[in-house]
């Protein structure tokens, strides 16, 4: 009897002690700040299990891209692991078919391994396989919306006993726990929709509009009610915009916003609104819908501007082009464009790869080689700059004349000015003859400048002014000479910094800095290392006299996993070598082991964290968490490695 009582008293004391935890729990949820609510979840975790002896507790959330994977968002585990540790992201169809189906029915389950019905067989054979041996299992969702996540806790040691009191409890905890993570999500999109918002602003000619679905009011900025003709204390509702549409454009208008919410396709518009007395206007809508967490619409944003002159612009050429019949006109037209086309394909020959890095370098050499215009190449060592160069030089119309390249770090300081401008017999010891100088040689064609932060302060001044006037002397001489020359200057410094820093004239940079263009490294660029690859074994392979067929899909990988210091350059190499030591016809590479330390001046604190995280994730094969994850091996939580992976714009290279 006394037994009895104790063990009643002892059970009474637990449920007060969790009674009193859950009150705790509760109210440190509210009103916390959205970036403590993952720790403050999994710290919550840890005491539950230590006040009832529990010896597990995860939480996992449906993959919003592939809905049938579970990824393990939070854990508590106490150390020693033992047996196989959670992995981070579960099929949960193929691993749990039973549970998962209970789930989504948004049922609660207490589970015995040992005990669990013939249909679940594949998840007691899961579950036996990570040692959980009894668990309460609660599906997660919002206001009776779809389950979009699970919260589990397990015992691994011996069997548990789950009174009904308890079970109920833990599904008030898994009600905080979605609470309070919807309210983070809903806060994360708030902030992002506001920035988003802040930038828009900038634009002068834009007008900012949000339409609140609960309410039908949009809410506008001043921009906006200027475009549409509303005054600054009006409450614009949607009945009051489609007042202003135009007749004939506002079914076109309804079925854009029908749609957006229906099938959440983006708005993107263009319609006629009244303003006033009847003044009519063109306006261009664009926007995006979002939607709450049980899939319901909750708002349409978007920016509105005013195109009325572009319409009337558009309509006078469209008038004058219906004046052109002319067949021999539209022959010439023709060939015109079928010759600027044949160009630009003869440029991007020389160039390969189709990544978006490299294709927005392309546009810009397209844009900026029939100009005459001072270009500045900026890129890492071993980018093609060179390359990019000549391409430039070739779609221009100096083109007949030859490109003249002076490399500025390969020139001892005291010969950079003659080499450049040139010089007179006698200018100095030594000088028996008279020389020409590049400047002069590129009369009528293009110069370029590599390495142009090599240049010597005193040398700068002098190139200035030719940029400035078109006039230079030779070393001694007197009479000042005039060229036509266009500069193109390539860098793989940091001009901007080398200014700072005092190597370099502020004036010079900035006559220089017309069209910048800046080359991606190889690791920015890695859908493109596949082709690369293939065209440097096509020009080698003939020069060896041997074939390659295939490069192996191992290979490959770790081609677009290295981080390629030396970029271009550096793979060039590698498939050369090879090459010479391949065998077969299948050609097996490897970067070089390890990657090469750099730690040029003009990285910042930025850079330097990004490439350090990344040689890591490549150490480990872009595992993020467990026993030799990078997250252990940075001394970080595995939540606060993806956070600076998003920050940083780390992402795993696609296979």
């Known amino acids: 009897m006394k037994q009895t009582e104790a063990d009643f008293i002892r059970e009474l004391e637990e449920r007060l002690r969790f009674e009193k935890l859950l009150v705790k729990i509760s109210a440190h949820f509210v009103n916390l700040p959205a970036d403590q609510i993952d720790s403050e979840i999994e710290d919550s975790q840890r005491r539950i299990c230590e006040c009832l002896g529990l010896d597990a507790s995860s939480l996992w959330q449906w993959s919003g891209e592939r809905p049938h994977f579970m990824t393990l968002t939070h854990l508590y585990s106490p150390p ?27 049922k609660t389950l207490v589970i015995s391994t040992e005990d ?23 599906p997660l969702s919002t206001g009776g919306g779809p389950t979009f996540g699970v919260l589990a806790f397990d015992t691994l040691f011996s069997e548990r006993t789950w009174p009904e009191e308890t079970v109920s409890r833990f599904e008030l905890i898994a009600q905080i726990f979605t609470n309070a993570l919807d309210r983070k999500n809903s806060e994360t999109a708030l902030s992002e929709s506001e920035s988003r918002l802040r930038l828009a602003a900038d634009s002068a000619e834009a007008g900012l509009w949000e339409l609140d679905c609960d309410t039908n009011i949009f809410w506008t ?36 916003i029908a749609r957006a919410f229906g099938e959440q396709e983006p708005v993107n518009l263009e319609y006629r609104v009244r303003v006033g007395d009847g003044l009519l206007k063109w306006v261009s809508s664009r926007g995006r819908p979002y939607f709450k967490s049980n899939g319901e619409p909750d708002r349409l944003m978007g920016v509105s501007l005013d195109i009325s002159e572009r319409k009337q612009m558009e309509e006078q050429l469209r008038v004058r082009l219906e004046e052109i019949e002319s067949l021999k006109q539209k022959l010439e037209k023709e060939n015109i464009y079928l010759r600027e086309e044949i160009e630009v394909k003869s440029m991007h020959g020389e160039i390969v790869g189709q990544s978006p890095a490299i294709r927005r370098v392309l546009s810009q050499v397209e844009q900026v080689a029939r100009t005459d215009a001072t270009v500045l190449i900026e890129g890492e060592t071993g980018t093609g ?28 300081p005291t010969l950079v000015e003659s080499e450049l401008f040139g010089r007179e017999k006698g200018a100095y010891t030594g000088a028996m003859t008279r020389m020409t100088g590049r400047f002069e040689l590129a009369d009528g064609a293009t110069l370029l400048l590599d390495e142009i932060g090599e240049l010597p302060l005193e ?16 070393l001694g001489s007197t009479q000042m000479m005039k060229v036509d020359v266009r500069i193109i200057a390539a860098t793989n410094q940091n001009l901007a910094r080398q200014v700072t820093a005092g190597r370099f004239r502020k004036d010079l940079y900035f006559r220089l800095n017309v069209f910048p263009i800046n080359l991606p490294p190889l690791r920015e660029r890695a859908e493109d290392i596949p082709q690369l690859a293939w065209t440097f074994v096509k020009q080698y392979e003939k020069k060896m006299g041997k074939r390659v067929d295939h490069i192996s899909h191992k290979s490959m990988l770790y ?17 050369e070598r090879a090459l010479i030591m391949s065998s077969g016809r299948t050609l097996e590479v490897y970067p070089p082991h390890g990657t090469i330390a750099e730690n040029p001046e003009d990285l910042n604190l930025k850079d330097v964290e990004r490439r350090h995280i990344t040689g890591v994730l490549q150490q480990t094969g872009w595992r993020l968490s467990g026993q030799g994850g990078a997250a252990e091996i940075l001394g970080l939580k595995r939540t606060t490695l993806q956070s600076k992976m998003k920050k940083l714009g780390i992402r795993r290279p696609s296979k």
Request: charged share 30%.
């Open 80 to 106: 020693p692991p033992e047996g196989p540790s959670l992995p981070e992201e579960i099929v949960a169809e193929e691993a749990f078919p039973w549970t998962f189906q209970q789930m989504l029915r948004g």
């Open 116 to 138: 669990m019905l013939p249909e679940a067989a594949r998840d007691q054979e899961t579950r036996r396989h990570l040692g959980v041996i009894s668990s309460v299992v609660i």
């Open 221 to 256: 900025t001043e921009r906006a009610r200027d475009i549409f003709g509303y005054s600054p204390e009006e409450v614009i509702s949607m009945e009051r915009f489609e007042t202003s549409v135009h007749p004939d454009d506002i079914e076109l208008v309804r079925q854009v």
């Open 385 to 412: 700059k060179e390359l990019l160069a000549r391409a430039i030089h070739r779609m221009s119309d100096r083109k007949k004349r030859p490109l003249v390249m002076v490399n500025c770090a390969s020139l001892p």
């Open 459 to 474: 040398v700068q001044a002098k190139l200035l002014r030719v940029l400035e006037q078109g006039y230079f002397e030779r």
């Open 559 to 575: 081609l677009k996993r290295y981080a390629w210091p030396g970029n271009i350059r550096e793979l060039r190499n590698v498939i």
